[in-house]
Each structure stands twice: as C-alpha cells, then as structure tokens.
C-alpha cells in the first residue's frame, strides 16, 4: 500500500525556472492539499482541492499554480521560482474535509531556488 | 484564520518520564477539532492523536493522552512513559468543521528525549 507518494524527494533549481512537485495517492481521496513548511511557521496551505478539476486557494497561493485532472495527482507548479519559495513541501490528502477526517501527509519534497 | 500557540519551541524528558508539551489556540467557533501531529528527522508527518470539540472526554492512544480545556482554548498533549523514538518536532493543528478546509499549525515544539 504505497498511500501518499511525493516527487522528487529534493530538488535544487534555480531563480526564474519552472518547476513541478508531484503528488499521488492510492486511497482515491475525495480531498488533497499542498502545504508548505518553513522554519519558524510550521505548515501553511498553499492550495487544495476538493475533486477533480476543482481546487481553490489556501494562505500563500501566490507564485504557485495547481491542477488536479486525476483524482490521485495533485501536481504544484512554481512558474517562475524565486528564492522565497524554498522550502519543503507537502502534500496531504483526506476523504473528507469538514469531519474529524484524519489528512495524512506525503514525505516531502525539498526545494531549494538558488 | 485561527491562531495556534505553541509556547515552547523545545522540551527535553528523560526516558521513561513523562512530559506534557502545551498549545493554545485562539477561534471564536464553537465546533472545531484539534490534532497533534509527530514530525521525526525523516520528515513524515505522523497523527498522533485528534479531539473533537464538542466531546468533552479528553482523547487518549495509548502512551499519549490529550488535555482539552475548550473554555481555556488550551489543548496539550501528554507523553507518558517516554521512548527515544518519541524524539521529534511536535505540531499542534486546528480545524474549522464549518468552514474552510485548512489545518491551522502551531510552530512546532522540539522534544528530545535523553536515555
């Protein structure tokens, strides 16, 4: 059972470049989120999505664009990478949003914009 | 947006003890639910244990037990019997159950556990 798998696991890129962080999840979550994880701010969200071809923005959308056309992948993309947005990022998915449904996390990815 | 509080950014307990790790939150909702969420030096964001507002009877697994004060809006967690792979940043979240879809986080609280 694979659940919540990121990729790449690190990534070094440099300012003003296009990038795209995968997603993927085998639960077929109605739910799934981007999270990113800075020092001294735990996790803020980035985006979500509550199905496919529906997603909406979270606390920091700027500088990142999402698209969900599966129900499994939820891919972010930075179309221009500046060096505020390293950091490390996560992906999370949920079958519901509005319960106590737990959101469970993917490892991570690394970024660093140099 | 809700405000989470973690008021101490480390914390140290010596094996087998137990130690309690604090977070407040600020909301004006009445219907939430809070987690406490395990990060070790691999990364992977682990559950720990999850409250629901409305139920006043604290959440407990095994060795790691909630105490919820809804009044208070404080919502620690509680370690018992303390293992060196409890060693991890610890998070504290909130979540609106009737609007919005985020989990809102503390800033984390690093627990190290000495033998």
């Known amino acids: 059972d694979a659940g919540i798998t990121q990729s790449p696991r690190y990534k070094i890129t440099e300012t003003g470049r296009q990038v795209t962080l995968m997603c993927h999840q085998t639960w077929s979550h109605s739910y799934m989120f981007w999270y990113r994880q800075d020092l001294g701010h735990g996790l803020r969200l980035i985006y979500y999505?509550?199905?496919?071809?529906?997603?909406d923005k979270g606390e920091v959308p700027d500088g990142y664009v999402v698209s969900r056309s599966k129900t499994e992948n939820f891919p972010l993309t930075l179309e221009s990478a500046t060096r505020s947005q390293t950091s490390v990022y996560f992906c999370?998915?949920?079958?519901?949003?509005?319960?106590?449904?737990?959101?469970?996390f993917g490892p991570g990815t690394r970024l660093t914009v140099l | 947006a809700q405000t989470v509080t973690q008021s101490q950014p480390e914390m140290s307990v010596q094996e087998a003890e137990t130690v309690t790790l604090s977070c407040t939150y600020d909301t004006s909702e009445s219907d939430y639910y809070l987690f406490w969420y395990k990060q070790p030096p691999s990364r992977q964001m682990i559950l720990v244990i999850r409250q629901e507002a409305y139920k006043q009877q604290n959440a407990t697994e095994n060795r790691f037990s909630v105490n919820f004060q809804k009044a208070a809006k404080s919502f620690s967690l509680k370690i018992s019997d303390s293992q060196l792979g409890d060693a991890a940043m610890y998070f504290c979240a909130y979540r609106s159950a009737n609007s919005g879809y985020a989990l809102n986080f503390g800033k984390g609280t690093s627990l190290l556990v000495t033998p």
């Open positions: 999505s509550a199905a496919a071809d529906i997603t």
């Open positions: 999370a998915s949920s079958e519901l949003a509005v319960s106590i449904d737990t959101q469970y």
